[in-house]
């Protein structure tokens, strides 16, 4: 099973600032099975980034996603005050099983 | 508009089988390309991902629950339903139902979530 490692676990920013965040996988993942999704307190997770790089549905252009093989990362150019939240990469392997990163809470510096 | 919503038990005791039913609308569970997961996120902690039924009936299921989960669907209902045996405390959680437009890999729709808490 492939397991995903997300680092850092905080990262404490300034809006306006640039996030970077990074999902390690523990063996080679299909650049087109990497997902990456934001959480909101009491809201489910809403998808971003959908095979690697491509954004989601009315997601803003200061989200950017990156990667192939083992390492991935998103990056948010500017931080809004609405982008504080908790992050979570995702892959599906081809055992036909989905897992998830133990996620990377951006809080407000 | 598609949607999904999860209903269930909030309240269940320990040893107990617990039955969430996810009912989907916007979409049709017998479209070839359609697929739903239930995934869960106990308080404060990560996402888990815990079974997975195809558009083919086909089902997926996490290796480490495998043996106490059963998901199935009902298409005329548009429900999904996911069986876990033998409860515990450390099965409290929310869970949530979520879909998957295959081939896709990522779920581009989530229901809310129902909140099951496991107790005597």
């Known amino acids: 099973e492939i397991v995903l490692t997300q680092s850092p676990g905080t990262l404490s920013l300034s809006p306006g600032e640039r996030a970077t965040l990074s999902c390690r996988a523990s063996?080679?993942?299909?650049?087109?099975?990497l997902a990456w999704y934001q959480q909101k307190p009491g809201q489910a997770p809403r998808l971003l980034i959908y095979?690697?790089?491509s954004r989601a549905t009315g997601i803003p252009d200061r989200f950017s996603g990156s990667g192939s093989g083992t390492d991935f990362t998103l990056t948010i150019s500017r931080l809004e005050p609405e982008d504080f939240a908790v992050y979570y990469c995702?892959?599906?392997?081809?055992?036909?099983?989905?897992?998830f990163g133990q996620g990377t809470k951006v809080e407000i510096k | 508009q598609v949607t999904l919503k999860e209903s269930g038990p909030v309240l269940v005791k320990p040893t107990e089988t617990l039955t969430l039913t996810c009912t989907v609308s916007?979409?049709?569970?017998?479209?070839?390309?359609?697929?739903v997961s239930w995934i869960r996120q106990p308080p404060g902690k990560a996402l888990e991902w815990l079974a997975h039924?195809?558009?083919?009936?086909?089902?997926s299921y996490s290796t480490s629950l495998k043996s106490r989960l059963t998901i199935s669907k009902d298409t005329s209902k548009s429900q999904v339903v996911l069986t876990m045996t033998n409860m515990d405390p450390v099965d409290t959680a929310t869970y949530y139902c979520?879909?998957?437009?295959?081939?896709?890999?990522?779920?581009?729709?989530w229901g809310q979530g129902t909140l099951v808490t496991v107790s005597s």
């Open positions: 039924i195809f558009s083919n009936d086909e089902k």
């Open positions: 979520a879909r998957i437009f295959s081939p896709q890999g990522h779920f581009d729709y």
């Open positions: 063996q080679s993942v299909s650049s087109s099975y």
């Open positions: 916007g979409f049709s569970l017998s479209n070839a390309r359609m697929g």
């Open positions: 995702q892959q599906y392997g081809s055992s036909r099983t989905w897992t």
């Open positions: 095979g690697a790089s």
